[in-house]
């Protein structure tokens, strides 16, 4: 079982930066691949970066390449999305995803509001 808590989270001016932690429990953290996705009202969950067990490999969404960074640190058991650029369009509930093989585990989401 893995247990994901996000923060980082808050209201921030169009252009700004804001840097999400996804803290998570567990021993087994670095056999997982992490994610990001985001959820604006009334809109689908969506994929915005991803990273590899080892950090080597990441994935970005097109519509944050270039101004999202996704990272992580096994040994504090986090991984980091450093959001920069900031746009109205970013705002939404942006949740971390932990999965290995058929296990798929959510955190329960912080708020990012950019606004004009």
């Known amino acids: 079982q893995v247990q994901l808590l996000e923060s980082g989270g808050g209201l921030v001016q169009t252009g700004g930066s804001l840097r999400l932690s996804c803290a998570a429990s567990g021993r087994t953290f670095s056999s997982y691949a992490i994610g990001w996705f985001r959820q604006a009202p009334v809109k689908k969950r969506e994929f915005v970066a991803a990273v590899s067990r080892s950090g080597d490999s990441t994935y970005y969404a097109d519509s944050v390449k270039g101004r999202f960074t996704i990272s992580r640190d096994n040994a504090k058991n986090t991984v980091y999305l450093q959001m920069n650029s900031l746009k109205p369009d970013d705002t939404a509930v942006y949740y971390c995803?932990?999965?290995?093989?058929?296990?798929?585990?959510w955190g329960q989401g912080t708020q990012v509001t950019v606004s004009l």
């Open positions: 995803n932990a999965r290995r093989l058929s296990k798929n585990y």
